[in-house]
């Protein structure tokens, strides 16, 4: 599978931005989807992920109640919805496919990140 996100920018403190991640490929269901962040100087986190059909999300703690991920199975998109934004968000995201994984992973596939700049 391959993945293509798109969505990043730059956006002030307490602002809202969409990543979406296209996946090529057949038999989208069969991954888990994630999202993953790495800042200035930093390893690269987890941020959350959704299970196959949508139904379980789970989050990193620092994200808990402001970003939200979603998917679509006849789209094969999943999406990453950040709302109250803040300058430590700042950081390129990545979205990653696990095959029949648990939504935490691991991961095997992953796309090209996305830039997102929060100013304060």
């Known amino acids: 599978v391959q993945l293509q996100a798109s969505g990043g920018g730059l956006v002030q403190a307490g602002g809202s931005l969409r990543l979406s991640c296209a996946a090529s490929g057949r038999f989208f269901n069969n991954y888990v989807m994630g999202w993953f962040r790495q800042a200035p100087g930093k390893e690269r986190e987890f941020v959350g992920g959704?299970?196959?059909?949508?139904?379980?999300?789970v989050y990193e703690d620092s994200v808990k109640g402001r970003f939200t991920i979603s998917r679509d199975n006849a789209k094969n998109t999943v999406y990453l919805q950040m709302n109250s934004l803040k300058p430590e968000d700042t950081a390129v995201y990545y979205c990653a496919a696990g095959y029949l994984k648990d939504a935490r992973g691991p991961y095997d596939y992953w796309g090209q990140g996305t830039l997102v700049t929060v100013s304060s």
């Open positions: 959704v299970s196959r059909f949508g139904t379980t999300t």
